[in-house]
């Protein structure tokens, strides 16, 4: 049973460090600690995981994105594994390979690396499209299958895929249907001088957060889940919701409009982000507020220009009035 | 700088489909090979919207234009004029489709599919043409609707222009029951405006009253005060034919006055006849009419309108059967009436000597004829073999089969030769009672030809000779005499009687239409206004009526859209009073604005407001987009909230 901090404020908190909410707080104040002056991103990172959703980080080598997601397991408390993309993997790198064993004479399966509740796909276009598509496949079906079995993964399971950008030599860029897969696409950027200061004269962040004890205790996580999907989306923020897939279909500013999974994704993503926000609903400002993360890398620009994700989601939100 | 935006493929498609409804009802009028190649270049344009393809160059597109000009000019052998005017319209509308591909382009091929759709009144009026009028506008505007916002189904699509169109129809009768009308043909246009119709001339050869009886289309209607006559004295006197060339039949030009110059005795039937146009002055009546005002009269007892019928007309007539006609004749027309050029139907004329030699009185004579007639069994048909130089000598003498002007002609010349003036008479014969609304129905088909004889003392008298070898074509019309026919108009043939139901609801569905839609007259508004408690109007009065009742009918349809766009409950209603008071301090929402964002902005500008503006936004975002609540005071604290906020 959950309590809900309806306005005004008129409820007696008896176990607040329990309510959802709370719990939310809790993980961004820790996870800010580690990434300075990126609170925006840190809370889209875990609005993404809160829907149940993938992400992926496209930045500059060396703005911490790595660390974002150590920081993001740790906190979570999930087990945590790394993958790093190379050019030459293959997909029984990530997936597993079967071995035969003498001693049964039968072949036995080892589960790879994707076996685990959180992963980290690093430089994931550096890999070949057929390793990608490995790593993407189980991340949609949540399942793997292989030598003519299925292997379920666990019940969490979430990916967090770093790229470079994608003008560097040597990179496959993600095609667009595996881009969908993705619940949300952020960047970190340089942080502010304030936080570089403070980030330069802080000690290392490996070790900061080796030390720094998981928020979240056993069971935790799952209620966090359970209340995202709880989240109450009316019919007016329905109305809101189609009016701008519908304008991105129809405006003529982009090759092709945001897709029903697009639809989806938008309300799942703020779903999490007005859990995070302490509310029960979702208000018009959630969407405007991940929209530019779930719908970035979903639109293309028609036209020689390719404007920047954040100019192309704000022309949309600007172009469609509340209803 | 902005590419300009093409056309969707739903677009396309409707204007595609528009273009295609407007034009297919032309295709009844246009020349084949101008259908043929509006439909190649339609073909072709579909082809190109499948598949993805460019447009023809414009090269292209200028040298079909120019050879559509030249097949129009071909056909035409003019360029202007109504028929000329709406094949180059037709093949303009085409060849634009084939440079569509902006929604400028797209606007014009809206307005020229507009325009055939009018341009189908230039040639009929009917309810069936409305109708496909009605349809390709319903496409038209859906086409229209389809250039602006999203792509729809189809079926909705087609279901919002049909309620758009629907909206307009209060104006529309607005239009149609004050817009000041003018006499005459409102579609016609002098050119050619007469041309093409079916029906009586003003002279007979053997064989043309056979191929009007081809046609069913309707002569005239009647609607009788009372009984009609029985079907032996359906007799619709038309133009009188009396000079004969040895083939042809013709009309002699006699004086033509106001009054009749006959005396109306005897039975009375009294019935309203309306007329549909062909183009010639007579009228036709029933033996004899009365005098009445506007009409003439000419000295062979024709009545005569003042000018031709080019427009559907309607008279009030009363004729008196038993009157007898031409009791003083004049030399000169009796005359006339025995005259027979020298040298043709030799055989006929023989005839007709011996007959007179039979004879005892001349009163006998006609008697003989037909009784000989009867004798040498000719047979009545609409196929007759075909006629010899001397058509009524090869009629009586070899072939023995003929149509009813056969019989007349034939009747005519063997009295002459027996020395007994007579005359042909055309006009029609028969009609009969829609069952549906109760009027007298009279059709080409219905055209028949008889004599008219002169005996001293008794004047002209009307003689059937088609009576006395095919009686039944004066009982039970044509369809009875010639039973099995399949030359017979469908809608004649009596053999089936659910088409007679259909035809009947059919044509009197069509009367309604004429009565009431087309024959809305000058003189029919000012009765209806003058009804409607407005005596004299004149066309400023109209006008003025006109614009009071479209700027009613606009205000109407304006305030119920304007009330359906009004916030639907009273949260809304109080949000929106609220952004008003800032906006009126000078802080606007902007429409995509979210209630927490706005009243954050909005507390930055004026700090001293900020607990309220948030307390406010909150809680009316809570109420917008929370769970339902169930508790009604929130709303009425909201209320209360709103009313008391007054920024400064």
């Known amino acids: 049973m959950l309590l809900w901090n309806h306005y005004p404020l008129n409820f007696t908190p008896k176990k607040a460090r329990d309510m959802?909410?709370?719990?939310?707080?809790?993980?961004?104040?820790?996870?800010?600690?580690?990434?300075?002056?990126?609170?925006?991103?840190?809370?889209?990172?875990?609005?993404?995981?809160?829907?149940?959703?993938?992400?992926?980080?496209?930045?500059?080598?060396?703005?911490?994105?790595?660390?974002?997601?150590?920081?993001?397991?740790?906190?979570?408390?999930?087990?945590?594994?790394?993958?790093?993309?190379?050019?030459?993997?293959?997909?029984?790198?990530?997936?597993?390979?079967?071995?035969?064993?003498?001693?049964?004479?039968?072949?036995?399966?080892?589960?790879?690396?994707?076996?685990?509740?959180?992963?980290?796909?690093?430089?994931?276009?550096?890999?070949?499209?057929?390793?990608?598509?490995?790593?993407?496949?189980?991340?949609?079906?949540?399942?793997?299958?292989?030598?003519?079995?299925?292997?379920?993964?666990?019940?969490?399971?979430?990916?967090?895929?770093?790229?470079?950008?994608?003008?560097?030599?040597?990179?496959f860029p993600l095609p667009e249907s595996q881009l969908d897969r993705f619940l949300m696409r952020i960047s970190l950027g340089y942080p502010d001088p304030a936080s570089e200061r403070a980030l330069l004269a802080g000690e290392d962040r490996r070790n900061m957060l080796a030390r720094l004890p998981p928020v979240l205790a056993a069971g935790e996580l799952d209620t966090l889940l359970a209340a995202t999907r709880q989240i109450h989306v009316g019919p007016r923020l329905l109305d809101y919701v189609q009016a701008l897939l519908a304008r991105s279909r129809e405006s003529g500013d982009f090759s092709s409009g945001l897709s029903p999974r697009a639809g989806l994704a938008l309300l799942a993503a703020a779903r999490a982000w007005a859990l995070l926000g302490g509310r029960d609903h979702v208000l018009p400002e959630d969407v405007q507020a991940v929209l530019p993360a779930v719908a970035g890398h979903r639109l293309r620009p028609v036209g020689e220009l390719p404007l920047p994700p954040d100019e192309l989601t704000r022309r949309l939100l600007m172009a469609v009035p509340l209803p | 700088m902005t590419p300009k935006p093409h056309l969707r493929p739903d677009q396309t498609g409707w204007l595609l489909a528009c273009a295609a409804l407007s034009l297919a009802p032309h295709a009844t009028h246009l020349p084949p090979s101008l259908i043929g190649v509006c439909g190649l270049l339609l073909g072709w344009r579909i082809v190109l919207l499948r598949q993805g393809d460019r447009l023809p160059h414009r090269v292209l597109l200028f040298a079909l234009a120019l050879s559509l000009v030249a097949l129009v000019a071909i056909e035409f052998q003019r360029l202007f004029g109504k028929e000329p005017g709406i094949a180059l319209l037709a093949g303009l509308l085409i060849i634009k489709l084939l440079e569509t591909h902006d929604v400028r382009d797209a606007r014009t091929v809206i307005l020229l599919s507009f325009f055939m759709e009018m341009g189908l009144f230039l040639y009929q009026q009917t309810m069936g043409v409305a109708a496909l009028a009605l349809a390709g506008s319903v496409s038209t505007v859906a086409a229209l609707l389809s250039l602006e916002g999203r792509a729809e189904p189809p079926r909705a699509r087609g279901m919002a222009a049909a309620r758009l169109v629907l909206q307009g129809l209060p104006l529309m009768l607005v239009l149609f029951v004050l817009f000041p009308r003018i006499q005459g043909p409102l579609w016609g246009l002098p050119a050619d405006a007469y041309t093409h119709r079916t029906g009586l001339s003003d002279s007979m050869s053997p064989g043309?009253?056979?191929?009007?009886?081809?046609?069913?289309?309707?002569?005239?209607?009647?609607?009788?005060?009372?009984?009609?006559?029985?079907?032996?004295?359906?007799?619709?006197?038309?133009?009188?034919?009396?000079?004969?060339?040895?083939?042809?039949?013709?009309?002699?030009?006699?004086?033509?006055?106001?009054?009749?110059?006959?005396?109306?005795?005897?039975?009375?039937?009294?019935?309203?006849?309306?007329?549909?146009?062909?183009?010639?002055?007579?009228?036709?009546?029933?033996?004899?009419?009365?005098?009445?005002?506007?009409?003439?009269?000419?000295?062979?007892?024709?009545?005569?309108?003042?000018?031709?019928?080019?427009?559907?007309?309607?008279?009030?007539?009363?004729?008196?059967?038993?009157?007898?006609?031409?009791?003083?004749?004049?030399?000169?027309?009796?005359?006339?009436?025995?005259?027979?050029?020298?040298?043709?139907?030799?055989?006929?004329?023989?005839?007709?000597?011996?007959?007179?030699?039979?004879?005892?009185?001349?009163?006998?004579?006609?008697?003989?004829?037909?009784?000989?007639?009867?004798?040498?069994?000719?047979?009545?048909?609409?196929?007759?073999?075909?006629?010899?130089?001397?058509?009524?000598?090869?009629?009586?003498?070899?072939?023995?089969?003929?149509?009813?002007?056969?019989?007349?002609?034939?009747?005519?010349?063997?009295?002459?030769?027996?020395?007994?003036?007579?005359?042909?008479?055309?006009?029609?014969?028969?009609?009969?009672?829609?069952?549906?609304?109760?009027?007298?129905?009279?059709?080409?088909?219905?055209?028949?030809?008889?004599?008219?004889?002169?005996?001293?003392?008794?004047?002209?008298?009307?003689?059937?000779?088609?009576?006395?070898?095919?009686?039944?074509?004066?009982?039970?019309?044509l369809a009875g005499a010639l039973p099995g026919i399949d030359r017979l108009p469908l809608l004649v043939r009596s053999d089936l009687p659910w088409l007679r139901t259909l035809r009947d609801n059919l044509e009197a569905i069509d009367n309604r239409w004429n009565q009431w839609v087309l024959g809305y007259n000058p003189a029919r508004q000012q009765a209806l206004?003058?009804?409607?408690?407005?005596?004299?109007?004149?066309?400023?009065?109209?006008?003025?009526?006109?614009?009071?009742?479209?700027?009613?009918?606009?205000?109407?349809?304006?305030?119920?859209?304007?009330?359906?766009?009004?916030?639907?409950?009273?949260?809304?209603?109080?949000?929106?009073?609220?952004?008003?008071?800032?906006?009126?301090?000078?802080?606007?929402?902007?429409?995509?604005?979210?209630?927490?964002?706005?009243?954050?902005?909005?507390?930055?500008?004026?700090?001293?407001?900020?607990?309220?503006?948030?307390?406010?936004?909150?809680?009316?975002a809570n109420l917008r987009y929370g769970r339902a609540n169930a508790d009604p005071t929130a709303r009425q604290r909201f209320h209360q909230s709103i009313k008391a906020f007054r920024p400064r």
């Open chain 2, 208 to 477: 043309d009253v056979a191929r009007i009886s081809e046609s069913g289309a309707i002569a005239f209607r009647a609607r009788f005060e009372g009984d009609p006559p029985p079907p032996a004295e359906r007799y619709w006197r038309g133009p009188v034919l009396s000079e004969f060339d040895g083939r042809t039949w013709r009309q002699t030009r006699g004086s033509v006055t106001d009054a009749p110059s006959y005396r109306s005795q005897g039975t009375a039937y009294t019935y309203t006849l309306t007329l549909e146009p062909h183009n010639h002055r007579w009228l036709l009546a029933l033996d004899f009419p009365a005098a009445a005002p506007g009409l003439r009269y000419s000295s062979d007892f024709q009545l005569l309108a003042q000018a031709p019928v080019h427009t559907r007309v309607r008279v009030d007539l009363v004729s008196h059967p038993g009157t007898q006609v031409g009791l003083d004749e004049s030399d000169a027309v009796l005359r006339q009436a025995l005259y027979l050029p020298p040298e043709s139907n030799p055989r006929t004329r023989a005839l007709g000597t011996r007959l007179r030699a039979e004879a005892r009185t001349s009163g006998e004579i006609p008697a003989l004829v037909i009784a000989h007639f009867q004798a040498i069994k000719l047979a009545y048909t609409l196929d007759p073999l075909p006629l010899g130089r001397d058509d009524v000598d090869s009629f009586l003498f070899e072939t023995r089969q003929g149509f009813c002007e056969h019989f007349a002609a034939a009747f005519v010349v063997t009295l002459r030769a027996a020395g007994v003036p007579a005359r042909v008479v055309t006009g029609y014969q028969g009609g009969e009672i829609n069952a549906v609304d109760g009027s007298f129905v009279v059709r080409q088909s219905d055209a028949h030809a008889w004599a008219e004889i002169w005996l001293a003392g008794k004047g002209w008298q009307r003689i059937d000779p088609t009576a006395a070898s095919a009686p039944r074509r004066i009982d039970s019309g």
């Open chain 1, 20 to 171: 959802p909410t709370h719990i939310a707080t809790r993980l961004i104040d820790a996870a800010s600690q580690i990434i300075l002056g990126k609170e925006h991103a840190v809370r889209l990172a875990l609005a993404c995981l809160l829907a149940r959703g993938h992400l992926l980080m496209e930045d500059m080598p060396g703005v911490g994105k790595t660390t974002l997601a150590h920081a993001l397991a740790h906190l979570l408390g999930l087990r945590f594994q790394r993958i790093q993309f190379t050019s030459d993997m293959l997909p029984a790198d990530i997936l597993g390979v079967s071995v035969f064993d003498q001693r049964d004479g039968s072949f036995r399966f080892h589960p790879g690396p994707v076996f685990s509740e959180m992963i980290l796909a690093d430089e994931i276009n550096r890999a070949t499209p057929k390793a990608q598509s490995a790593l993407l496949e189980a991340m949609e079906e949540r399942q793997i299958s292989a030598e003519g079995r299925t292997y379920p993964l666990p019940a969490s399971f979430f990916v967090i895929a770093t790229q470079n950008p994608t003008d560097q030599i040597g990179t």
């Open chain 2, 529 to 620: 206004l003058s009804a409607l408690g407005l005596a004299r109007t004149d066309w400023t009065t109209l006008t003025a009526l006109l614009a009071a009742a479209g700027a009613a009918v606009a205000g109407v349809l304006a305030a119920w859209a304007l009330r359906r766009r009004s916030p639907a409950d009273g949260i809304d209603r109080d949000w929106a009073r609220f952004c008003q008071q800032l906006a009126a301090i000078g802080i606007p929402r902007a429409p995509w604005e979210g209630p927490l964002d706005y009243a954050r902005r909005a507390g930055s500008r004026r700090p001293d407001l900020a607990p309220h503006l948030d307390a406010i936004a909150a809680t009316y």
